[in-house]
């Protein structure tokens, strides 16, 4: 049927949207939610058409991404047709119901998602039919390749390396120690990371502290012709983009399937154009993998996906039940990542740092295997790593000659007491995570957390074991709230609640 | 968070919504889609939280329905907090795994979703969980307790009727058939019925044609204290708006899972206080239920939830590979149903609905075992159910005297004729309702369909099959083209597609 558009000024951000009346739904035997095609001289688009009584019977409400295709003016005549059953979405139907796609059906969920056709209604359906039916692994590859192929693809040439974390352990600022140790070591490395989504520090929030971190393309391809490295938000890059919106609704399920989370990494990696990964596997009680048997599934999982995809995949286990190191939050982050790029810094960070950048100077020939973690070792303490972070930190329009003690740290504090004597027993990933985003991380680069004492330590009553920092009086009074209510940490022998509603810490 | 409200003059038609701007919903370690606790004075609500650069930070967008729950105004300090789980999202998440739920977390999801705090993307996850993972009969029951239960419930005493159809088969106006004949013999029968939502005439729709349909709560118990019975719209009385909002969502996922099947119906029933039901399942190919093992199957989980109900349910698997009569469209089945009433009309009606209603008289106690449907038979013969019939035009305002011949039918019309001479082998549902609902249906109540021959009528080359109604010369044009490229019927024998594009059908 012909309408007459009606142009509203709405972007949706990316789902292609119109607006029709309900007599109009009704005649076009169709339902609000479901997807017409749209007609307007030699253009035509398809579209997810809302409910709404604000448009009269006879028009159709034109949002911006659909009148940017149309190129259509207010009181046009737009031809407006029902019964639009996308291959994606008889895919989609076809995975709820447990059978496996083809390349080409995957290849269409991830190009309609990208172009705006599918509604949270569809996008929810495939992940949650993933989520119970699972992914083959050649279903993982086509899923990993078209996410990949539908956004930006850099190219650095052809020995390129890699570090990634799957996440889930706070206080993880490893990369700002294995990149320069690789590059240092004259392996190509250009680094893509992301900010916090529900962490306290992404990568880029802890390197933003240093340096800049936001570029384009041609400026990210100078900076690592220049250093042969480089940490920078991969999310000015365009990579991927069906990944974010895959993302975005993951979220409010709470789901990761185990295929989006590998299709997600390995598609980033191969539009960054990497060819050699070292992938960090964060494994133990409040990680996203807890037992070994997990992380050895998943590692033999990215490493069948990485061999198909053309990249060499390393995982490595690492201990993750508490924080890496002792500091929390994008600056305590940065200072301590500077620190032991210094000589300093605590050997949790150092060991697992050098451990992880080891593997990738044997993946580049650089070193016998089971030699990779002592050169790792030597180059950090021959101050090569730090002068090339130094170098990366300059390219980065940072202040190359950064000292720790510059980085501006929160001065609202609050210190977290051992309640009783006794070890350390646990130090909660979880519980720290939103401790410290109560204080303030990621959005106040000085908010965060610093921990005097980890798991093992000894403490005798009233020592120090964690410091709140914020940046304000206000989120330091959110923190110490949010510290009453959880269970941050736990010392062996410590009244984990009495009945009555005291406090847990003394401050 | 205190955030300052800025009124959002938009209504979502249920759903709860605020704007963040994307800062602040990263600030609030959350993601876009989902929910805040939103505190104003002494009121609070959750909400989704949509993200949009619209709403600068610091500030909330406020949209009516949640206005209208906090009472605030512009300029106003609310406080927004995140990390609220509903049980309902939990409940969700927990058939997601497939676990089965409790009556409380049904419940929940149930007044979530009508209370607006379920978005798009939760209610899709359940349904899809639904459709993967199964529910329970138990799980079924508290369903349809919770839907029944969020919605009006009528009361007509404790010896209420009803009749009720799966759907899916066109021409089926029995209802305007078995409602008369079952009060005419003294047993109340208030039918609700709905509007054709993809099919070409709900029962509502057909019986407008001869009366109003629309009444309030009141207007119907006055109606049906006249008279022992109504056939109206069930929409303006709000029964069971759960029901509506799942099946939203179930449209564009193009799925209907069983239980909610079962439980949309039985709530409906449930609400409209109903003790003793005939539920009519259409069987055969081009049904929503193919086989007799299936019918069988749903019968019985429809008679277990009754018993639940208590609701005496008594299932009939009726022939449902062809339309039922002759005629398909609101103003063409009103025709025939008012024919049938006055002594004519097809054979395949008279048995269906006399079969149906016969049901019903002996579930009331008026007939022995086997002898319901010549009693039926006999009401219908009488010229009773005719006077039953004129009654209840009357109460809902119609006029009670209307003849067939007085009813409007569309004047364009066009004829498919048999291409050959031979057997229909076939009249397909699906085709014929999109070539009905091309024609017109249901908006233009003369538009439709008349079938001059069923399966297995004898015709020969030439022969009328189909006749198409239409209100509009355009109507009636777009009627041609969906003939043309669909193929409603087929003859034995008939070529059903050459190489070249021709015309299957002359007209």
Redesign the interface.
């Known amino acids: 049927m012909k309408l007459k558009a009606q142009i509203v000024d709405v972007d949706t951000?990316s789902v292609h949207k119109i607006l029709l009346n309900p007599?109009d739904i009704?005649?076009l035997?169709m339902?609000?939610?479901?997807r017409v095609l749209l007609k307007y001289r030699k253009s035509e688009t398809v579209a997810i058409a809302e409910?709404?009584s604000l448009v009269d019977s006879g028009q159709v409400g034109i949002l911006n991404e659909v009148q940017r295709e149309l190129h259509v003016k207010d009181g046009d005549l737009v031809e407006v047709s029902s019964?639009v059953k996308p291959t994606s979405?008889k895919a989609i139907?076809k995975k709820?119901d447990?059978l496996a796609l083809s390349g080409e059906e995957i290849h269409a969920i991830v190009e309609d998602l990208v172009a705006g056709r599918l509604?949270?209604?569809?996008?929810?359906?495939f992940l949650?039919?993933e989520?119970?039916?699972g992914l083959t692994l050649e279903e993982t590859v086509h899923l990993t390749r078209a996410i990949a192929e539908e956004g930006e693809q850099l190219d650095f040439g052809t020995n390129v390396f890699d570090k990634h974390s799957i996440g889930g352990v706070p206080g993880n600022k490893v990369s700002l120690i294995i990149v320069p140790i690789v590059a240092a070591a004259g392996l190509l490395i250009p680094k893509t990371s992301s900010r916090?989504?529900?962490s306290p520090s992404g990568t880029a929030d802890t390197m933003e502290v240093l340096a800049d971190v936001e570029f384009s393309v041609e400026e990210l391809q100078r900076i690592v012709k220049n250093t042969k490295a480089a940490i920078v938000w991969g999310g000015s890059l365009n990579l991927a983009p069906a990944d974010d919106l895959f993302i975005?609704?993951e979220?409010?399920?709470?789901?990761d399937p185990r295929p989006q989370m590998i299709a997600s990494i390995m598609a980033k990696k191969l539009s960054t154009g990497i060819q050699h990964l070292v992938l960090d596997i964060p494994t133990g009680e409040g990680c996203k993998v807890t037992t070994m048997e997990e992380a050895r599934k998943l590692s033999r999982d990215f490493i069948t996906v990485g061999t198909e995809l053309g990249i060499n995949v390393h995982c490595a286990m690492t201990y993750g039940s508490q924080p890496v190191g002792h500091a929390i939050g994008p600056a305590l982050e940065a200072k301590e990542a500077l620190e032991t790029l210094m000589g300093g810094g605590p050997t949790s960070l150092i060991e697992k740092s050098t451990g992880l950048a080891g593997i990738l100077l044997e993946m580049g020939g650089l070193a016998p295997r089971g030699v990779g973690r002592k050169l790792a070792k030597d180059i950090l303490a021959s101050g090569k790593a730090l002068e090339k972070m130094r170098q990366i930190i300059e390219a980065q329009n940072g202040k190359a000659s950064i000292l720790p003690s510059e980085i501006p740290i929160g001065t609202h504090t609050s210190i977290l007491r051992a309640p009783s004597d006794g070890y350390v027993a646990t130090l909660q990933n979880r519980a720290l995570v939103?401790l410290a985003?109560a204080a303030g991380t990621?959005?106040f680069h000085g908010a965060g957390l610093y921990l005097h004492a980890k798991v093992g330590s000894r403490v005798k009553e009233g020592d120090p074991v964690i410091t709140i920092y914020s940046e304000t009086s206000g989120k330091l009074r959110d923190a110490v709230d949010v510290a009453k209510s959880l269970m941050p940490f736990t010392v062996e022998g410590m009244l984990l609640r009495t009945m009555t509603d005291t406090e847990q810490y003394s401050h």
């Open positions: 951000g007599v009704t005649h035997a339902f609000a939610g479901e409910s709404t019964d979405i139907r709820m447990g509604s949270d209604i569809d996008i929810s359906a949650v039919s989520h119970i039916r916090a989504i529900t975005q609704v979220h409010p399920l709470q789901i939103r985003r990621p959005k």
